[in-house]
C-alpha cells in the first residue's frame, strides 16, 4: 500500500499527558498537512509544509499543538498537557506541489481520545 | 479564505443523478474547486477538481459558472455506496495553503 499513512490507528490518553502522532505521506509527495476533525463538522486545517519547511501554523490550535517534519519525509504531530476538548480525529494529506495542490490524498486518520 | 456554504444533507434513491451545490462568493481570482467525499471513520478522498465551465472524470462532472460564486458536484446514477459526505473546498491560490472544509452534504441513497 503506497498511500498516506498514519500511526497509531486510536490512542487513548489521561488528561496532561502527551502524545505524539506520526504520518508517512506519499513518498513523492512534497506537501504534508495536518487537519483536526470533531464528529459532524469537516476537517480543520491545522498546518501545512512544503518539504521541511513548515509555511503554515496560524492554525495550530495552542501553543500546546506543534508539527515538525525534520527531513521532509514523514511528519509528527505533538499535543503537549492535553484536554479533554483535544479528543478528536487528527487526519494527515499529503500531495504534489503545483496547480493540483487542491488534490491532497488523506491517511485513515488518528483518533484521540481524552479521559 | 473563501468560505463555503453546501446544503447541510440530501436524500436520493439509486439511480438517479444527484446534483449538489456549493456557494463560495469571495473565490479568489486563482483558487480551485475541489471535491471531497469521506465515509464513516476515513480520511476525505478527492472525487474532482476544477476552475471554471466543466471539468468531468470517470466518477463526477463539476460546473462552474463563469463567475465562480458556485459550484455544482455531478453524480451519475448514484448507488447505495455513494451514501456518504461531500465537501466543497476552495483554494490553492499562490501563497495560501489554509484549505477551509465547510460542514460538507451527507448524502443518503436509498434503495
Known amino acids: 500500500d503506497t498511500g498516506v499513512s498514519q500511526d497509531p490507528r486510536h490512542k487513548i490518553t489521561k488528561r496532561g499527558q502527551n502524545v505524539t502522532f506520526r504520518c508517512d505521506p506519499i513518498?513523492?509527495?512534497?506537501?504534508l498537512y495536518w487537519y483536526r476533525q470533531t464528529l459532524g463538522q469537516g476537517p480543520e486545517f491545522l498546518t501545512y509544509?512544503?518539504?521541511?519547511?513548515?509555511?503554515?501554523k496560524s492554525r495550530l490550535l495552542s501553543d500546546r499543538f506543534s508539527a515538525e517534519r525534520p527531513k521532509g519525509s514523514f511528519s509528527t504531530l505533538e499535543i503537549q498537557r492535553t484536554e479533554q476538548g483535544d479528543s478528536a480525529m487528527y487526519l494527515c494529506?499529503?500531495?504534489?506541489?503545483?496547480?493540483?495542490?487542491?488534490?491532497?490524498?488523506f491517511g485513515p486518520g488518528t483518533r484521540l481520545t481524552v479521559t | 479564505l473563501a468560505k463555503t456554504t453546501q446544503p447541510i444533507s440530501m436524500d436520493s434513491y439509486e439511480g438517479q443523478e444527484v446534483n449538489i451545490t456549493c456557494s463560495h462568493n469571495n473565490i479568489a481570482t486563482n483558487d480551485y474547486i475541489t471535491w471531497y467525499q469521506q465515509f464513516p471513520s476515513q480520511g476525505p478522498r478527492f472525487i474532482i477538481q476544477?476552475?471554471?465551465t466543466k471539468v468531468t472524470n470517470e466518477v463526477a462532472s463539476l460546473f462552474i459558472p463563469a463567475d465562480r460564486k458556485s459550484s455544482t458536484l455531478s453524480l451519475p446514477r448514484v448507488s447505495l455506496s455513494d451514501t456518504a459526505v461531500y465537501y466543497c473546498l476552495v483554494g490553492g491560490s499562490s501563497g495560501t495553503y489554509k484549505y477551509i472544509f465547510g460542514t460538507g452534504t451527507r448524502l443518503k441513497v436509498l434503495a
Open positions: 476544477g476552475y471554471k
Open positions: 513518498s513523492e509527495h512534497n506537501r
Open positions: 509544509f512544503q518539504n521541511e519547511a513548515q509555511l503554515e
Open positions: 494529506a499529503s500531495s504534489l506541489g503545483g496547480q493540483a495542490s487542491n488534490e491532497q490524498y
